[in-house]
């Protein structure tokens, strides 16, 4: 039996400052009867977190302190809600962490993912960076007991890059994936996994670059050391890649890859910029023919079921992508690196002593 509050350790951002608390908390075990309580086993460092972090501008306007953050995790169900019949207790889950209505006019036509009420785990309500946590049963996503332990959290970044990396045909095509950190390491590994012929990063960092290489890219462009646009169309016979998969957010990369996209190919786009993009519609978008993509989240739940069909096949190199493994207490050393640039994807690991 469960009892009515539990004890346990919890990342949370209290301050409006640069770093996070880790603190005790007590957490009710009455749920919704939506609801369910979950076990956190594993859980996953992401950008966001990172922003969250550093209280940057967008933190700033977004969050209302205090808060318990984190939103990528997996963990075992201990409760469910009366009206939950699809999750079981003893389940390992994975969270889809856009909280949707499933009202709304794009919620209603299967767009959940573009959901006009969308709330998000670790930013608009408590997260998962703590030994327990509770969701809608609807976001959960059950796990093959077999995984590895180490890829469960990660998947839902990981299904960030497949809905990138999946909207336009890339096998047998020249693809350029710009920026490698974490998720655009994963880009590379996809771009890989569905038959690029050509797969070109662009990056910065020399972690990464090599990071990079080692995933299968066939080439990697550093901004800091050549110009991306001539090198680019002189690696394809002057024409360009057929697909770009944006993942740096980096307003001089944005505004390059419109340059260097092959008449009819195809933008997809992730990262987000802090800065105002200026393009040549007319030039770049326009007589090129080109299509343009802005990726939200994981299509719920079509990508999801993508990402367990490529785990499944063996396909991805995720423990290539998995470079850290710490503590959850660790938490404020994780951000630190992930901020160094010299790191792929850093997965915290709650103890003992993180639960009752």
Known sequence: ??????????????????????????????????????????VSFCGTDHHIYTYDEWAESRLELPLIVGHEFSGEVLSVG??????????????ETHIICGTCEFCLRGEGHICENTRIIGVDTDGCFAGYVKIPAA???INDPDMDPLHLSVQEPLGNAVHTMAKYPVAGR???????????????????????????????????????????????????????VARVLEETDGRGVDVVGEFSGNKDAIEKAFKYVKAGGGVSLLGIPAETIELDLANDIVFKGIDVYGVVGRKIYETWHEVRRLLDEGRLNLDKIITHQLSLKQVNEAAEIMGSGDSGKIVLLPEEDDYE
Do not use: W
């Open 1 to 42: 039996m469960v009892s009515p509050t539990l004890s346990m350790t919890a990342v949370v951002k209290d301050r409006p400052t640069k770093g996070f608390t880790v603190t005790k908390r007590q957490i009710s075990t009455d749920l919704d009867p939506e609801e369910v309580l979950i076990k956190v086993l594993t």
């Open 174 to 228: 020249s693809v350029a994936v710009v920026g490698t950190g974490p998720l655009g390491l994963m880009g590379i590994d996809l771009a890989k996994a569905y038959g690029a012929r050509q797969i070109i990063g662009i990056e910065i960092n020399e972690y990464r670059i090599a990071k990079a290489y080692e995933l299968g890219a066939d080439l990697v462009i550093n901004p800091k050391e050549e110009d991306v």
């Open 139 to 141: 976001n959960c996503f």
């Open 82 to 95: 009366e009206k939950v019949d699809d999750v079981a207790v003893g389940d390992v889950v994975s969270a």
